[in-house]
């Protein structure tokens, strides 16, 4: 299994960006699809997620609900990671993720498989 994350860089305040993560070596549609992202000296901490059935229920962590809209594409088996209004309490390494058949979204010790990180630097 290999989860690649891409689409990280420098934006100002404000700005948008939009992260891709695409999925190798699994069943794409048997997997919940989650972003975390860890700043410097910070624990790793959950962004969103997307659930694996069809119904693809999404979730938010209050700090980014409103700003980021989380999507997947299972034709391309890809994840997507809308950023909006960005802020530099955003700047972090962003992580996707995948949990088989995963229900607890935001416990990050519940997915198995992860990208490399890709970085985000939001400036003032």
């Known amino acids: 299994v290999q989860l690649q994350a891409s689409g990280g860089g420098l934006v100002q305040a404000g700005g948008s960006l939009r992260l891709s993560c695409a999925a190798t070596?699994?069943?794409?549609?048997?997997?919940?699809m989650g972003w975390f992202r860890q700043a410097p000296g910070k624990e790793r901490d959950f962004v969103a997620a997307i659930s694996w059935s069809w119904s693809a229920s999404t979730y938010y962590a209050d700090s980014v609900k409103g700003r980021f809209t989380i999507s997947r594409d299972n034709a391309k088996n890809t994840v997507y990671l809308q950023m909006n209004s960005l802020k530099p309490e955003d700047t972090a390494v962003y992580y996707c993720?995948?949990?088989?058949?995963?229900?607890?979204?935001?416990?990050?010790?519940?997915?198995?498989?992860w990208g490399q990180g890709t970085l985000v630097t939001v400036s003032s």
């Open positions: 070596g699994l069943t794409f549609t048997n997997y919940m």
């Open positions: 993720a995948a949990d088989h058949r995963g229900t607890r979204y935001s416990d990050y010790t519940r997915y198995a498989y």
